[in-house]
């Protein structure tokens, strides 16, 4: 049984953040793969293994070159607390032959989060600013030493403290797409 960190979960963003969501690419095993296999450069691209299922990496390929470039990510906030909630949804779908019935299952996941916000870089500053301007963020979640990655929007964000205390934070978001494991 793993025990969770008490700082486990980081929200970051890319450049000035994005409006729209991020490319996602699942078409090799490996950055290197990737560096040959593409015809075209590529950039702000969360690039996962053929399964698409397995986190490679966020960054960009040169393909003249065939390089794989990280992303340089700023981070927005770390928590002190977090909880990431996964559901699966089952529907019936259709009915088999046999008079049973056929189900489907999708995933939906959401972040919570609280924290300190700190002074220097304000992460306070940074996660309203992605909450008003409606940006997706690159959010991972650690546990021991597996990562999970996702894309999300900012549901909710609220920014307390009183006179001469340490402000904090609390977030919620919800998933986009999937949640990727690293190797």
Known sequence: MSVLNA??????Y?????????NVLKSADSQAAYNTALSSDVSDTIFLKTDGK???GFGSVAHATDTFTAATLTLA????SSTLEVSNAVEDVARDGA???LQ?????FSISADGLVKSANDSGEDILDL???KKYVLVRFQIDDLDYYCQALIDNVSISGNVDEIATYSIS???VDDLYKAE
């Open 7 to 12: 700082n486990c979960l980081a929200i970051y």
């Open 14 to 22: 890319h450049g000035a953040g994005s409006t729209n969501k991020y």
């Open 54 to 56: 397995t986190f490679l």
């Open 77 to 80: 906030a770390a928590a002190t």
């Open 99 to 101: 008079g049973g019935t």
């Open 104 to 108: 489907q299952s999708e995933m939906t």
């Open 131 to 133: 909450a008003r301007d």
């Open 173 to 175: 978001l919800t998933g």
